[in-house]
């Protein structure tokens, strides 16, 4: 089993910046993906960034480009999302979750394993 726990949430004024934090423990394997997650009340969960963890390739949503970032730490098996410019409609829980192979997906259905979330909040 695999388990994912997200740190880093928070209040932040907006312009702000916040990073996010997702350590993972228990089996691992040789490839896989690490996407970032969002969902806001009332709303569907939806795809923010993923990295491959091995080669580093990186994907964003168009709503996040060229404001966050997403990077790994292999020795410590922690991804990082990097939130800059932070907007009110940024305002969401957070979760980081993997997905086994090297094939990037933005589909949440695709994702086997999640972290409880963290609480984004941006104020205006």
């Known amino acids: 089993q695999v388990q994912l726990v997200e740190s880093g949430g928070g209040l932040v004024q907006a312009g702000g910046s916040l990073r996010l934090s997702c350590a993972v423990s228990?089996?691992?394997?040789?490839?896989?993906?690490m996407g970032w997650f969002r969902q806001a009340p009332g709303k569907e969960r939806e795809f923010v960034a993923a990295?491959?963890?091995?080669?580093?390739?990186?994907y964003f949503a168009d709503s996040v480009k060229g404001r966050f970032t997403i990077s790994r730490d292999n020795a410590k098996n922690t991804g990082y999302l990097q939130m800059n410019s932070l907007k009110p409609e940024d305002t969401a829980v957070y979760y980081c979750?993997?997905?086994?192979?090297?094939?990037?997906?933005?589909?949440?259905?695709?994702?086997?394993?999640w972290g409880q979330g963290t609480q984004v909040t941006v104020s205006s």
């Open positions: 228990g089996r691992t394997f040789s490839s896989y993906v």
């Open positions: 990295i491959r963890w091995s080669g580093g390739r990186t």
């Open positions: 979750a993997a997905r086994r192979g090297s094939g990037y997906s933005y589909y949440t259905r695709e994702y086997d394993y």
